[in-house]
Every structure is written in C-alpha cells, then in structure tokens.
C-alpha cells in the first residue's frame, strides 16, 4: 500500500520512522515533509493546507491511506474535501471532520462538549467583542491567577496565565480588542486556574472503539528548571511514572471512555488520534485541552515505546476494527530532548548548516527532524525547533542522559536545548 503522510514536523518524522516499518507500507509520501523524512519515504512540494495539490499527488501515486500530522488541514476541513470528491471518497484518511477537529480549533466549542459529557475541567465563561466590559468586570472579581486561552488555533501560544489582575486586564484587551493571536482571539475564553502536574494521553478512534497509546508528558518552558517563554515542546518523556495503573483507570473510565462515548452519541466524524491534555490535581485527572492529533515532541518519545505495527493499527480504525486491535508497548523509558535555534521562540535565524547529524548513533538512539530542510547536499535549519534526539533507557534518568549525550555530537551555530528534560523524575 502506498501510504501519504502530511506535515513536515518531528512528529511527522515520527511518524514516518514508524509506518516505514511496516511491511504494510510499500511506498511512503511526506507532504512537504523535512530533511529527516526524505530519509523514510519521498518528499513532495505540497502545503498542507492546499487540498488540491493534495489530491492530485493521492489520484497519481495511487494512495491508499492518508494520514494527517498536523491541525491546521483538518480543522480547515480535509477529511470532508475527499469525502465530497468522487474521486477520493473510498481513500481513508486518518483524521476527524472539521466539525470534530474543533475539540481542538474552538476552545469553547471543547468545553461545551465537556460539560454535555460531564468531562471534569475547570471552570470557565468565554467573552467576545460583544460582551468585553461584562469579560473586564468578571476579570476584576475572578481569583489569581487567571487563565486566558485564544478561542482558536494559535500555533500553541495562545494560552495565558496571569498572575496579576492588570496583567490579566492588559492581555485581555489585546486579545480581543487588538487582535493579539488574530482572528484566533476574537473570543476568549477565561478558565479557573487548576494547581497540579500535567500529562499528555492519546486515543487513536474509529469513531466508536479506541487503543490507548503510551503516555507522555513534555516541557513547554524554554529554560532550565520550567522558566522563560512557552514553546511548543523543549522535549518529553514517556512513561509518566506518576501515572500509575490506577490513575490511569480514572484517567480511562472518567475522560477517555466519555469522550470517545460522546463523539459516538453525537454522530461527531471522528476517525484518528485525541490528545487529551490533561492536568493531575490532588490524585484526580481533569483536562486542560484538547487536540485532534498527536502531540509534537510527544510523539517522539510515544512511537519509539509503540510495538505494533502502526500501519494496521490507523488501517483497523480507518476500517472501524479497533474494538479488535491491543497496544503493545515496550517497558523501556524513552526521553526526547529537542534543540532549537538561537532566540527561538522569539526572534530566530534559519539557513544554519548542522554537523553530526548523519554519524551513526548506537541502537537505543533515534534522531528525529523537525525544522530543518536539504540544501546543497547539506542539511541546514529551516525552523525554530530544528531536531529531536530521542534515547531508550531502563529509567528516565538514563534514557534522559543518553539524549543528551547524543544531542552534543550534533552542532548548528546558535544551538540551545534544556538539559533538564525529566528532572523531576
């Protein structure tokens, strides 16, 4: 089977390291892909988000299975694209409609969704340019710190939280009134603040039946010790130790099974992977968010533990068989540390030749690409997250060590990665 792969991230390389695996897999696609998938399959010139240009290479590659990496396509409404087009309707693609995707495009649309399915998540009320005095004069009475969160998409850094009231008051008015995140902060939406630990936890569905993959838990902060600016990872480590079999069985019986139950009940589209954000405050899980695709880095650690063939596992969900599928998972500890480029995620300059990146590495190492592109038979940084260094280990200590110590044969010039990826556990 000829296997079509969109996006051009390290979850996309991920992913492809994966599938590549498969003896399902005859020929891979990454659309438009980076220097590290080139690695895994054939790159091809084509935006995510230009649906056409996608189905011309799915009718001339003869593409039987398409998988989605990133949001943005499905919440522009990929999935619905081919299933309106004569031509590409009997090609499965792992995905949810638009109108699913908005677990992960509309804030408030997630949160209603909770609260039909008695979800546990904080509470919140949303606010739009309509209403924005009655939001000013909730803000002046709501408890610190107050959580802001763009209604849309926001490349993951439409999220505030603000410890101090004309801070909040301040971000308010940029959000809405001087469009701070663009059309994505047009609606507010303004949560209680939840005190506890996070974790990242992923369903793959068919609508009806899920598999719980491995579990992660990432570092959004770019500095040592969780400090300075949210990026879109630093890095991850999967397992969770503080996600125990009974915690998980909260996690599954309380979020996972309503959500998936609900998505059925409501006649919601949905075949492909939810990630539940989620948050472990006093021993009880509750969600942060949700997004409609894996998690970046995530994944990285996620893939390397998967032991199945992932390409039969998206086949049962693309042909409503999950209910049959289990997940095997390798009892190592796996721990990714990303490097990203100098500034990042302010200010940044790409076009950087990186050395070190093609030496062999031992076999508990998988360098994952996510940033970076070939040119003049180099490969140069083309992003602010540029390669992740995945390491097995028997704890997350070792494995942790082991990423770093592979991550430091590797150089670009304004390179930078934490090097306290899993220092709590």
């Known amino acids: 089977m000829n296997i079509l792969l969109i996006g051009s991230g390290g979850r996309e390389h991920a992913l492809a390291w994966k599938m590549k695996q498969s003896p399902k897999c005859d020929k891979l696609f990454i659309a438009p892909g980076n220097a590290g998938t080139s690695r895994c399959g054939t790159n091809v010139a084509v935006a995510v988000t230009d649906f056409e240009g996608i189905k011309s290479l799915v009718i001339s590659e003869s593409i039987g299975l398409v998988v989605v990496g990133p949001e943005e396509p499905l919440v522009k409404g990929l999935v619905d694209f081919f299933k309106k087009d004569p031509e590409l309707a009997s090609v ?90 663009g059309s994505a902060s047009a609606k507010v939406v303004v949560e209680a603040f939840l005190d506890g630990i996070e974790l990242s936890v992923f369903a793959l569905t068919d609508g009806k039946n899920y598999v719980l993959l491995p579990e992660a838990k990432d570092y959004k902060r770019i500095g040592v010790g969780d400090t300075g600016l949210n990026t879109g990872g630093m890095g991850a480590v999967s397992p969770v130790p503080f996600a125990d079999a009974a915690f998980m069985k909260k996690v599954e019986e309380k979020i996972v099974k309503p959500t998936i139950d609900g998505l059925n009940k409501e006649n919601i589209d949905y075949t492909g992977f939810v990630f539940f954000g989620l948050i472990k405050v006093n021993n009880e899980p509750w969600v942060i968010e949700y997004n409609c695709r894996m998690g970046d880095p995530e994944t990285e650690v996620v893939m390397p533990r998967l032991q199945n063939d992932l390409v039969e596992l998206l086949l049962a969900a693309a042909n409503k068989k999950l209910g049959e599928a289990s997940v095997k998972t390798d009892p190592r500890a796996a721990v990714t540390t990303v490097a990203v480029s100098g500034g990042y995620p302010g200010d940044y300059q790409k076009g950087f030749v990186i050395s070190g990146h093609d030496r062999p590495f031992s076999e508990d190492v998988v360098l994952f690409h996510a940033g970076t592109q070939e040119k003049n038979n180099e490969v140069i940084t083309s992003g602010g997250r540029v390669l992740a260094l995945t390491a097995y280990g028997k704890t997350i200590q070792d494995a942790a060590s082991r990423s770093r110590q592979a991550l430091e044969a590797i150089k670009f010039d304004g390179m930078y990665f934490r090097t306290d990826i899993g220092y709590e556990f």
């Open 92 to 181: 499965p693609v792992i995905g949810p409609s638009a109108f699913g995707a908005q677990l992960e495009g509309s804030k408030a649309f997630s949160k209603k969704f909770m609260e039909r399915h008695n979800i546990p998540t904080a509470s919140y009320r949303e606010f739009t340019s309509e209403n924005y005095a009655e939001g000013v004069e909730y803000l002046k009475q709501h408890p610190l710190p107050i959580v802001l969160k763009a209604d849309g998409l926001a490349a993951g850094k439409g999220v505030l939280i603000c410890s101090d009231r004309d801070e909040a008051l301040a971000e308010f008015e940029e959000m809405i009134k001087n469009q701070k995140f």
